[in-house]
Structures are given as C-alpha cells and as structure tokens.
C-alpha cells in the first residue's frame, strides 16, 4: 500500500514537472524510432537472405541434377552420303532423373572439321532407351568428310553435359557377319521339339526348353535358331514365310542326296504353332528365337509337321529369305550338322 | 470559499512571470523535441529505404549471378587462320547472359578480349543469350602453339566466371 502510494506521488511528481518532460518525450520517440526502424530493416534484409538462400539452394540443386545425369550413347554407326554424315545410335538413359539432348557434335578428326546438329529435341526418361537408327538416324552437315575418316561425336544436354558416343564393342563381329551375311546363328541355342497334336492345333513338347538339337528323331519334330541381325546398316530383317530350314543327308550313292525342310512358322507363348504366319522381325544386335516346322510355306499350304524321313548325320542349312530394310535379303547359313537317330 | 481561493492561485500564476516563462519554455522545448523527432524519423526512414534499395540490388545482381551458368559446348582452334572458336551454351537459368571478357592463356601467358562479337549458332549476331540459347564467338589469335593446352576464361556481364581448356 506504502510502495504503491510512493509509486503514484512518483509519478505524479514527474508530470508536474515541467524541466523534465521534453527529455522524457524526446528519449520516448528515440526509442520508438529506433525500434521500428531497426525491427523493419532486420527482417527486411532476413527476407533478402531468405532470397539468396532459396537462388542458393536452387544453384545446387542444378549442379546436382546435372552431376546426376547418366546417359549412354553407344554401338555408334557413321554413314556419309555427300557432305551429310549420318549418324545411328542407341541411347540409354542410365540416371535417376530425365535428360533433354539438344545437340549432336561430329567432329571429322582426319579432315580436321566439325559439324553439328542443334535441332534435336530428344527426351529421356529414367531407364528409357531410344534407338536412332534407319528413319531416325541423326544427320550432320559436314563439309568434305568421307566415309573413310575417322569420326569423333557427342551429344549436349540442356544441363550443359557432354555425352560421349561410343563406338559399338561388336564392330569385329558385324564386319565378320557383314563378309557372310546380315545374320549370325547362335549355335549353343540350336534346340529341337517333338510336335504334337492337341486337339486341332499343333504344339512344341517341352516348349520352351526343348533339347538340344544336334541330336535328334526322325518324326514330328520341329527346330528353334537363336538369330542375331548384324547389319553393318543396323536395318531391320523381316523373314517371309520361304524361309526354311533344310537338312541334306549323304546316301549312297552320293550322286542323289536326300532332303528334308522345316519352314518357318510363328510360335505363341504357350508353345503352339501358329496356323499362319506373320513376318518375323529382326532388329539389329537383339538375338530372337526363330523356329521351324511346316513341311510347307505355312503362307501356301498351311502348317503342316515335318519329319526328316532319313537317320544318320545330316547337314543343315538355314536359308532365310526375306527384306532387310527397304531391300530384299537372302542369305544361307550352312554350318550345323546334326545326327538323326 | 474554495472556487475563490483557486481563482486566485491561478491569477497569481498568469500574472507571475517567472512562472509563465517556465511553463512557455517547456511547451517550446517540448515542440522542437517532437519536431526534430520527426525529422530524426523521416531521416532514418530515408536512409532506411535507401540502403534497403542498394541492399535490394546488390542481392538480386548476387542471385541472378547464381543463376548464370554456362558451359562450353566445343572450342576449335582452327590454325591455318589463326581463329579461336568457342561455343557455348546457356544452361542456368537466367536470361540475358552477355560475353563481358575474355581471357586466353596458359601458365605463362594469357591475352583479353573485351570486345566480343557473340552470335547465334545460325550465325546471326547475339547480344545476349537467353536460357538454353547457343551461341559462339570468334578470336583471332596467330601465337598459339599446336598441341598445347591453353585454358579459356570467359567473364559474363554479370561478373559470373566459366573455364574451359583446349588443345591448340
């Protein structure tokens, strides 16, 4: 009561007095000026930090996403028509985040010249493939190069990273396939199947396992070839329904060979034979299954099974006829021997 | 009794001129007090928001400086003409990126361009570059040595640094 009557005559005092009250109402408006300008100015400038932090933030992130960029530009083809270089690869984006390819650089190392191509617009998923081959193949204005010459490339994303285009590891195999044909035959997947008959439709025993097929009976059976296209091109191969799988038997006299032939047919998933037949596809450097065993061209007499009709050893030949890209291809793959039991 | 009394104090007040003098002078010093407080505030205010204004710019010339990124597509060297061709490309994300500088050199030499001609990949010229804009510019430099390595150090408008290297 004593402190609070102290406190009030206190106060009382410091109003009525006239010496003092300038000093208290100067000091009183220091203080509010301060305090607001300071407390404006204070979080005025955190927001301009908060802005430099966020542009900050936003620059790593950059540098981030492009040190995460992972594509593979490989298997890498040069053709050179005129003073256009065409250019066939596969890309692969190998990284966690999509990329954008914007542009392609060749660089001509023996004539010492450059071209490029800023017009793509090419985008990549995460783990998603592009084939820039045939019809998508990308080509490059490059004065004077020949095909001869040695070609250095990279594309340019728009992070700004360069990817490499490497030459394809399979270049020895395709030159080799290229000096025999388009097509090479995997001889450690050459399987046979006895065929029978389920109901009205025909079936592969044992699909797809099969076995081995250098060894083999005589009756109802049918053969699964692992191709791989290898075109130096890297075009497409379509097989029509002539393509056939023929084995020749050597018996006596060896003046009149005996013959058996399995054409080629379509096979579902669960092993029964197609009653028609549908161009087979062979993209390049993807090794397909392709199988034999109509009697006739399932296109001009239907499937029919095919027995070889003779025992004892046997040469086979595969002789595949078809388009390999806009041209018309044939090639005989003569190098299997089996033994008929 | 009373009313009369205080009329009289007050009478006593007005006609006593120390006292008026007093209380004129608190009321004076008073004014100028709150007076010059407002010049004091409006002052402050005034160098407050000028700072904030300078403050203001130099962060924003910081980020967009953050933002600028560029990357150097291919450098040739073409020595039969003495050129330099270095391509680049924007890839930050800002728009407006200009060629300031240029410096070319090696451990133990280097040589500037300030007066850079920039152009489009089409060949038009270019001011600037724009986001995921390419261009290139073209130096003519006859001292180069063939195959050594020289670096190329290109400053931007903004003050934003990028470097690459090459063989000549």
């Known amino acids: 009561m004593k402190v609070h009557l102290s406190l009030k005559k206190g106060l009382k005092k410091l109003i009525t007095n006239p010496k003092g009250f300038s000093s208290v109402v100067g000091t009183v408006f220091m203080v509010l000026v301060m305090m607001i300008l300071s407390t404006s100015v204070f979080l005025w400038t955190l927001s301009q930090n908060t802005l430099y932090n966020q542009a900050l933030k936003e620059r790593n992130q950059m540098e981030l996403d492009r040190l995460n960029e992972k594509v593979t530009a490989y298997n890498v083809n040069y053709t050179v028509s005129g003073d256009v270089v065409t250019v066939e690869v596969l890309l692969k984006n190998e990284g966690a985040i999509s990329i954008r390819i914007t542009t392609l650089w060749v660089l001509d190392t023996t004539i ?6 800023n017009n793509l617009d090419l985008n990549l998923k995460p783990g998603e493939n592009i084939s820039l081959v045939n019809d998508k193949a990308i080509s490059v204005e490059l ?53 029978s008959k389920v109901g009205s439709e025909y079936v592969l025993d044992n699909y797809p396992n099969g076995s081995e097929g250098f060894t083999l009976p005589q009756t109802d059976i ?13 075009r497409e191969i379509k097989l029509f329904s002539s393509s056939v799988l023929w084995m020749l ?15 080629i047919v379509n096979v579902y998933n669960n092993g029964t034979i197609a009653s028609t037949f549908t161009e087979v596809t062979l993209s390049y450097g993807v090794p397909t299954r392709v199988y034999f065993a109509s009697y006739n061209d ?34 005989n793959i003569p190098f299997v021997s089996v033994y008929v039991e | 009794m009373t009313n009369h009394l205080n009329l009289r104090r007050v ?65 040739f060297y073409n020595s039969s ?25 090696n451990t133990t030499w280097f040589t500037t361009f300030s007066n850079i001609d920039l152009k489009f990949l089409n060949g038009t010229s270019a001011q600037d570059l724009d986001i995921g804009e390419e261009g290139y510019f073209l130096l003519y430099l006859p001292n180069l040595v063939l195959r050594k390595s020289y670096s190329v150090r290109v400053i931007t408008g903004r003050g934003s640094v990028f470097e690459s290297t090459f063989v000549a």
């Open chain 1, 112 to 117: 010492k010249k450059y071209g490029f191509n």
């Open chain 1, 143 to 195: 004065e004077g190069a020949n095909a001869t010459d040695t070609f250095n490339s990279w594309f340019v994303t728009t992070r700004g990273n360069a990817v490499p285009l490497e030459e394809e590891g399979g270049i020895i195999l395709a030159q080799v396939a290229a000096g025999i044909g388009s097509v090479s035959m995997n001889y450690g997947a050459f399987l046979y199947y006895n065929v």
């Open chain 1, 222 to 234: 049918a053969f699964e070839v692992c191709l791989t296209n290898f075109d130096r091109n890297k």
């Open chain 1, 249 to 263: 038997f050597p018996i006596s006299p060896p003046q009149q060979p005996r013959g058996a032939k399995w054409y």
């Open chain 1, 298 to 331: 399932v296109n001009s007499g239907g499937f029919s099974p095919s027995s070889s009709g003779y025992s004892g050893p046997a040469a086979v030949n595969l002789m595949l006829v078809g388009k390999i890209g806009n041209s018309s291809y044939g090639q």
């Open chain 2, 11 to 75: 009478r006593k007040r007005v006609d006593g001129k120390r006292a008026v003098s007093v209380a004129i002078s608190s009321v004076i010093l008073t004014a100028a007090v709150i007076a010059v407080s407002f010049v004091v505030l409006f002052w402050a205010q005034y160098r407050s928001s000028a700072y904030n204004e300078q403050y203001s710019e130099a962060m924003n010339s910081d980020i967009t400086k953050l933002k600028e990124r560029l990357t150097f597509e291919y450098i």
């Open chain 2, 81 to 105: 003409e003495s050129n330099l061709i270095v391509y680049l490309m924007n890839w930050g994300r800002v728009d407006n990126v200009t060629v300031q500088t240029v410096f070319v050199g």
